[in-house]
């Protein structure tokens, strides 16, 4: 384990100081901030999300803002899939692929406005991106970085909570729409949506110096609940099968690799970014398909940096791209980036320390 | 102090492994990717730097890769100094500004041939950057990430240890200037750089699998003067007036606002990004300047996360974006972003911590 040393080029969270209140003793970063990873006790969070409610900082989901007359042409032109329909206070999900068809990023779209658009991104530069492209073809549009920051908010009892704050209006909100509340004066943005398969909501923090107030809201509002401190939990996404664009993904994958394909469309106008490609990749199939894999033995690995090799028969046919220890399952589980000749059921082994771990190939996701 | 979760999301450096070996004990991440920041003794790592020979871990410092018969066409559109005189085996220390002027990047621009250069950049995306100019404007370079990770050696003795791997032809190298070499059969660019004012060298390890071997030949040379691990110091390069790109700068810093006004050529071609901007800025002036700032009272503060309010007569006049101790001049110091009205000489008030520091501007560097 190594601390992570201060530097100002890292950000912190409007968050930060509650999450400190809370016992933070563990971070990532993403996007230039850090983002809580644990509290120190990581089965007891993950029990917490499947079985109860769990309030995680996820201020690091920054948004991309395009605002201007060409906010709506220039999501389009980033995004290989049909936003022709997507209405005021809707989300959708969008890969982002550069002119080749590579994944750049796959975020939550949220319409606020005609000329207003989010992007509410994983952990890559589109600021620069949307810049670029937007200035090369003379769009009117500015593209900024506003003062937004998420509290996610997840678990089945997740609804109750946050209907206890902004009213039973939040029940009937379908997946990835939004809609502009308020409470005691801090204004936000609240999202069906959150980085799990357990059900939830975003709230989307307007105002960074209302941090801890808005935190000890949820907080307080989910007492009766049992809520308490978490983050986008490893395991739960990876037993639910969600994609970490960066962890699942290189600088070669497409989203038809990774099960993204589904939020491809095809159809888009012609000066979409990668359409080209995308269609080319679509025709011929793509190379590599991502799967489960179920790992030998029923004692937890440590987790590790970087990614492992997977053979078959002896020779390499793609990575481990991430590995977690289900606690449902009571397995070392993670994905597989593999080549579309690999197949559910086939037994692989892969190079993860000092011992070759043997495992069979298998669908997502787990559960 | 939090410790840093490991993630697929985070590689870690082809010398990852020899600094484990070291006792690496802290680390930053940098263009998603770990960086050691401290092998446990920080003061003597200082004086390692100032009086012998430190060996760094910079893999961090990527290579965004232009090759193709437009790469040197790219590399003038990208960077806003004039690149027509530069020779292969030279480098230069080159702004990377977006359409408005604003800062993006601050690498160094390596001619490795008339259609191959390498961008060795600072803690920013230049990869989707690059691919997006060089797609939109139809050129015919390809961008990569090749295989290559950096190791620094630096400090007054550096020149003794490099030059007895490779040759007293090290001696001759001229500043930013490189040369393609081997040692024991693995291929490096040893070029005469580093983030330092020590002075020293970085070997460009072109052979990822290489890099433990490459750190025991550097360590080997060096045991006779005394080298040891360390890593770009922050207390030496905020002495010497290093800036940190993302530490000292934000999302509306202008090169002339950093100091790196002579590093801007205005009369370079007009299709260059951003010269526009430049030209105009540099005819109205900046709106802001860094100076130093030398904070009242004689022992070391923390080192904290983000940017603090500098106040000058009960009014924000900018943000100290930095601050260390100073183990020369025994006080802590940073760099202010200030307002130009604000001079050296001017006492200001820093609200940092629970009580605000009174400190004196100066100009950089320090030493």
Known sequence: ??????????????FFEATVAEGVCAMT?????LMPTSYGNPEEEYWRLINGVSMWDVAVERQVQLKGPDAGRLAQILAPRDLSRCKVGQGKYVPLC???????????LLKRADDLYWLSIADSNIWFWAEAIARERGLRVEISEPDVSPLAVQGPKAEAVVASIFG??????????????????????????????QGGFEIYLMDGSRGTALWNIVKEAGQAHGIGPGNPNWCERVESGLVAYGGDTDGETNPFEVRMGRYVDLDV????????ALRRIASEGPRRHQLGVVL????????????????????????????????????????????????PGDEVLVRRGAVPVKGTLCELPFL
Chains 1, 2 share one sequence.
């Not at 028969?313 to 589980?333: A, E, P, V």
């Open 98 to 108: 550069n002119h080749r068809g590579v994944l750049i990023n796959d975020p939550i």
């Open 296 to 343: 030998d033995g029923a004692e937890p690995f440590a987790t590790g940096f970087s990614w492992s090799d997977i053979e078959k028969d002896g020779r390499k046919i793609g990575d481990l791209t991430n590995c977690t220890w289900s606690y449902r399952m009571r397995r070392n589980i993670g994905f597989a980036l593999v080549a579309t000749a690999a197949r």
């Open 29 to 33: 970063t993403y996007n230039l901030m």
């Open 1 to 14: 384990m190594f601390s992570i040393t201060p530097s100002s080029r890292l950000r912190t969270s409007p």
């Open 269 to 276: 106008p012609d000066d979409t970014i990668g359409i080209g």
């Open 168 to 197: 039973d209006w939040v029940r009937e909100l379908k997946y990835f729409w939004f809609r502009e509340a308020a409470v005691s004066g801090i204004p936000v943005v609240v999202a069906r949506s959150g980085w799990s398969k």
